[in-house]
């Protein structure tokens, strides 16, 4: 009993330790962002979001075999419903994640090839839909009670020219 009490208390000892070490050593709290570094956040954050714009309006042929691209069903992002996954897709059967449902798309709707999920283009697409859903509140399951969907209220953010496959009307 005691033996069990002393090396608890030690490894108890042990983990103040180490985040004490930890506190000290390389892991510190960093200075404020200065308003370059944010401004150079932003920017980059605005190119990923703005090559998703470009993939959700079709630049990338491979995504569709039918002439479709998100952008027709989807105007605005609508009824992508970021905010609400992950969350129960009865057409898999289980919780899934925002990117598989967006590979989802591309095979079915649009019978494409799907993206790489750890891809950059997949991160793009991500960061397009989410970019358009910001302040929303995060529902994870939301949708699957099948409800309208969640109205965009903010534009996308950053600079874009119209493309060909579907339209923004937020600009
Ligand atoms: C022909 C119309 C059509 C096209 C084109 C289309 N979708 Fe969809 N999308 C749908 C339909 C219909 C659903 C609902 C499926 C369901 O709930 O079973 C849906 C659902 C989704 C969802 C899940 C929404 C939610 O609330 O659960 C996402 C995300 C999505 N689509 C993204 C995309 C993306 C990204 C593209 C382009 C690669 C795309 N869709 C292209 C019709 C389309």
Avoid at 6 to 22: E, Q
Avoid at 117 to 125: N, Q, R
Avoid at 139 to 167: D, H, W
């Amino acid at each position: 009993m005691k033996t069990t009490f002393t090396s608890r208390a030690l490894t108890a000892l042990g983990a103040v330790g180490l985040t004490a070490a930890f506190s000290l050593g390389s892991v510190q709290a960093r200075e404020p962002y200065t308003q370059a570094e944010l401004d150079k956040q932003q920017k980059a954050l605005w190119a990923v979001s703005k090559e998703g714009y470009d993939l959700w309006h079709g630049s990338k042929p491979s995504m569709s075999t039918n002439g479709l691209g998100c952008g027709n069903c989807h105007p605005d992002g609508a009824a992508a419903n970021p905010q609400t996954f992950p969350k129960f897709i009865p057409a898999f059967n289980r919780v899934a994640t925002f990117r598989e449902m967006i590979n989802w798309c591309i095979e079915n709707p649009q019978a494409g090839k799907a993206l790489d999920v750890t891809g950059p283009e997949m991160l793009a697409m991500e960061a397009y839909a989410f970019q358009l859903h910001r302040g929303k509140p995060i529902e994870p399951g939301l949708a699957a009670r099948q409800t309208s969907p969640v109205r965009v209220e903010y534009g996308k953010g950053f600079p874009s020219k119209p493309s060909m496959i579907g339209k923004d009307t937020r600009e």
